[in-house]
DNA sequence: TTGTCAATTGTCAGTCGCTGTCATTAGCCT
DNA sequence: AGGCTAATGACAGCGACTGACAATTGACAA
């Protein structure tokens, strides 16, 4: 066995310039999820052909596909970001909270950067209306749902590595997962029916719902 | 206003003889879902074409689309009938019971009579084997989902007219709801994995997974 | 019984999402 | 400059789904 002392730097900065190949790429990518958001918020997600994408990029349909798996991918492409950023937020939390309180905390401080993550993509103003879309489109609905419980399975292992459990011998951390999630899908159904479609109002929501978990569970409502 | 002292019976018995035409058009959908159920399990959800089950009937194609409004609605119409099971079994909760209380004797007592209801159409094997093609089948996964969030809606108002409060002023509905459905989904999860694929099973985890909710949620879970 | 009405079904043509294939283009690297 | 390879485009085809119209078949009254 050999102990590492000073490893060496792997690779110092992987990709300083990205070459013209990658940026033309990326610059292909991000014009249609552009334009695609665009063309969904504003004529709706069904009533919107993905040749009307790909006319409006100047792409071939082809190459669009080549980008997404699907047409419904290219509507998470935004949301699979800050998804990330809460994941990273979660593993940030000191193992000292309990887990209800580590992922109370990370969707908080999540919600606190992602706006100027998303900016560089698409206007925030799109994503927010995107969010609605999602929730009032029933297609997109069960995507988003089905995601969401992807998410779910990694969390819960974060959860159980804090704690020292095994996923599948203890139930608990998927259990306190599957409770979490189903408050903050409440917050987003709430958020997405209210007038103030601001990242403030959605933050507050949260802190208020969450607050509300352990009520809602009590033996007894009225006192 | 008026006390309805001995409300008279609105129509005593609405459908003796369904006649013919009712009764063939209950025979055609209930084959195409046999079929349909039959074909999927056995050679999986999308290897499975419209056509392939519509030769087997011995109808067009146009008519199973009048029958069901897409392929994926063929897959739950049996999922269904269980779901109009448990609502109606949180209808029969007392109402003294504390609504995380009503939810969860109300699945207990739904899984002790689905077995019958379901036979009625196709074999609870079937059944059962195509839960587990839902929880393995991405696309299904994703409809389902949306499904389960319809009725929680339900349910959260349910609930709330139990508790005499508005979904809308108190958010501890939803949240519970939300919390509730969550565990049983993971429930369905773990019930889908496993190797005991009985209805006895499910049950047990049921509870098993319920009791385990209050433990999640608890600020220390070491002791 | 028969004729009429309306519900149900079949046929056909067409749209849209999506995939495999193959030729073409265009960065990249020696 | 020229070869290599990744990216794209063009095309054909499949399967889910829909609209429109014609054909069939129970229901029900004359």
Redesign the interface.
């Known amino acids: 066995m050999t102990v590492p002392v000073s490893a060496p730097v792997p690779a110092p900065v992987p990709a300083p310039v990205p070459g013209l190949r990658e940026r033309k790429k990326q610059r292909t990518r991000d014009a249609l999820i552009r334009v695609a958001l665009e063309l969904f918020t504003r004529h709706g997600y069904e009533a919107t052909t993905v040749d009307e994408i790909v006319d409006a990029v100047e792409v071939s349909q082809r190459t669009f596909f080549r980008y997404f798996s699907s047409k419904e991918e290219a509507v998470f492409a935004v949301q699979q970001m800050t998804e990330e950023r809460f994941v990273h937020a979660l593993g940030q939390r000191p193992p000292d909270e309990?887990?209800?309180?580590a992922m109370r905390n990370a969707v908080l401080s999540a919600w606190d950067t992602i706006g100027e993550a998303i900016e560089e993509v698409i206007p925030v103003d799109l994503h927010l209306r995107t969010y609605r879309m999602i929730e009032s489109t029933?297609a997109l609905?069960?995507?988003h749902?089905?995601r969401s419980?992807e998410m779910e399975e990694t969390i819960a292992r974060i959860i159980a590595a804090r704690?020292g459990?095994d996923v599948d011998e203890d139930?608990?951390?998927?259990?306190?997962v599957?409770?979490?999630?189903?408050?903050m899908?409440?917050t987003g159904q709430?958020w997405g029916r209210g007038t103030d479609g601001s990242l403030e109002a959605i933050r507050a929501l949260t802190e208020?719902?969450l607050d509300?978990?352990?009520?809602?569970?009590?033996?007894?409502?009225?006192d």
Chains 1, 2 share one sequence.
């Not at 139930?171 to 306190?176: D, F, H, K, M, V």
């Not at 599957?178 to 408050?183: E, H, I, R, T």
């Open positions: 309990a887990p209800i309180d029933p609905l069960a995507v749902l089905r419980t704690e459990l139930p608990r951390p998927r259990i306190a599957a409770a979490f999630s189903g408050v899908r409440v709430m208020q719902y509300q978990l352990g009520p809602a569970l009590a033996p007894r409502w009225r």
